[in-house]
């Protein structure tokens, strides 16, 4: 009787017993289920690698071209550099071409640059190809756009207003110089540098130099410098000698007057020079000279060089008789 009475209480003890070291273990399950958990995190996944875009070549100038481009950087990485890369093929980039280098200062977008004083492979006619890639560099490396290549579509066609001048005449070129300044051209007279009077994008006003090394008569080479692009608008400019001072001014017949000048020839026959109708006789011996003629009449006369059929009136000179 006692044992069967006895029996349910034990079975609850027991019930009560497994019950109580479950709970005690219920801690350590949940940080195990939930700290585990916890520790599958996924990875960090890389960010996205930075490009570059070509977006424009366009020429303003025969020497002048302004570029575009794009920076791509999704993953915002760190840029070291950017800028454009450009030559006369279609294989450029950073180590073997020309290269404007903008530095680091961008993170994404768009950027601009300005190339000046472009070489050219040709002359007359101005037909320039080149090529420019958008390029940026990062830790992993440098990353181009496409390549893009152009040219100038003008041509420059200068025509001269005169073929023919002494030092100090004033030249007036005419073309096609549309982007172009005073200080992008050089015109010189057989490799003598003229002065620049004007440039517009239609005219370049020059001076004819002193120092050109050719006498009365004889050609020289004008030659047209945009840059690095070299253009002769004519096959020659014809220099005339010029006088720029005698001495004395006035005087008798008779008196010797010693002469300077510009591009001025060492032999008689290479010069016709008059004082008023007469025909000068003049010599050089280190030092140019003439005699006034005896028949000429007191006064007011002008020195004149003969240039092919006419006379070029040059300084004057006063008869005393």
Request: proline fraction near 5%.
């Amino acid at each position: 009787m006692n044992a069967l009475h006895h029996e349910p209480n034990v079975r609850s003890l027991v019930w009560l017993l497994n019950r109580n070291r479950l709970a005690s273990f219920l801690p350590l399950i949940l940080l195990l289920t939930f700290g585990c958990a916890k520790d599958k995190t996924e990875p960090t996944p890389e960010p996205a690698p930075v490009g570059a875009e070509t977006s424009a070549l366009t020429f303003s100038s025969p020497i002048t071209a302004e570029v575009a481009g794009k920076v791509i950087n999704d993953g915002k990485q760190k840029i070291i550099d950017h800028g454009f890369v450009y030559g006369y093929s279609t294989d450029v980039d950073v180590n073997t071409s020309a290269k404007i280098s903008l530095g680091a200062g961008i993170v994404s977008g768009f950027f601009t640059a300005k190339i000046s004083d472009i070489q050219v492979s040709s002359t007359y006619g101005i037909k320039v190809q080149m090529s420019v890639r958008a390029y940026v560099t990062d830790k992993s490396g440098t990353f181009y756009g496409h390549t893009v290549t152009a040219g100038y579509k003008g041509v420059l066609l200068p025509k001269m207003d005169k073929e023919e001048g002494q030092a100090g005449d004033r030249v007036v070129i005419s073309g096609n110089f549309r982007g172009l300044t005073a200080s992008n051209f050089k015109v010189s007279f057989d490799d003598v540098l003229a002065k620049i009077i004007l440039a517009t994008e239609t005219s370049v006003t020059v001076e004819v130099p002193k120092g050109i090394p050719v006498t009365h008569g004889q050609p020289a080479v004008l030659r047209i410098q945009a840059g690095v692009l070299s253009v002769d608008p004519a096959p020659y400019f014809t220099i005339w000698g010029r006088i720029t001072d005698i001495n004395p001014k006035s005087g008798p017949v008779g008196t010797k007057v010693t002469f300077t000048g510009d591009n001025l020839p060492m032999k008689t026959g290479e010069l016709n020079l008059y004082l008023g109708n007469r025909y000068l006789n003049w010599m050089y011996d280190g030092t140019y000279s003439f005699v006034v003629p005896e028949d000429l009449e007191g006064g007011d006369v002008k020195l004149s060089i003969k240039r092919s059929v006419h006379r070029v009136e040059s300084l004057g000179f006063t008869i005393t008789n």
